[in-house]
């Protein structure tokens, strides 16, 4: 006997963008837990390049995650896109990704607005996979990070607990206010 199987969310792409040290990695499993869709996280795609003895990593990482992420999109699965995302290209180049196949897009910018707190959170990270380090806070801080251009989700994990955050993000994503 088959059972009928709530529907999903429509297929959507939900591109993470954020400093590293502002609680996206968090975010973007807990929510792809919660939604059951396919978590891509740039990191984990880097280290496996680097560990592949391939060279440099450059923008492979970003370019082999796209791919995926289409694959996923057109098999009709929701992906959510764990990244720092600092540039309008990358954030255009995964636009593009879920457009080539009509998915729907949800961008989230993730800033923590306490600089101590950030910093906190930066100079206390543990990689949790080996292979992984993560910035220093100067790394952190002189980073490159552009603007974003368009209307989009952001969440500023700075004083809210995870939480709560979660749940706000989970009901905007859901209520498709910034697709």
């Known amino acids: 006997m088959m059972r009928s199987i709530e529907p999903r969310l429509e297929t959507t792409l939900i591109i993470f963008g954020g400093l590293p040290g502002t609680g996206k990695t968090t975010l973007a499993r807990k929510l792809a837990n919660h939604l059951g869709a396919t978590y891509l996280r740039i990191d984990t795609v880097e280290r496996a390049l680097r560990n592949s003895k391939g060279g440099p990593v450059d923008d492979r ?3 082999v995650a796209y791919a995926i992420a289409t694959d996923n999109l057109r098999l009709g699965r929701t992906v959510v896109a764990d ?6 290209i990358t954030r255009d180049a995964w636009r593009a990704a879920a457009m080539g196949t009509n ?4 961008e989230v910018e993730v800033l923590c607005s306490d600089v101590m707190e950030h910093r906190r959170r930066v100079e206390s990270r543990h990689a949790g996979m080996p292979g992984l380090t993560f910035p220093t806070w100067q790394e952190v ?3 490159d990070y552009e603007p974003w ?5 952001v969440v500023d994990t700075a004083d809210t607990p995870v939480d709560q955050t979660l749940a706000e993000l989970k009901s905007l994503v859901s209520d498709g206010v910034f697709a």
């Open 61 to 63: 990482g970003y370019r």
């Open 149 to 153: 251009d368009r209307a989009h989700i």
């Open 83 to 88: 990244s720092v995302n600092p540039l309008q």
């Open 141 to 143: 801080s002189a980073r």
């Open 103 to 106: 998915a729907r897009v949800v």
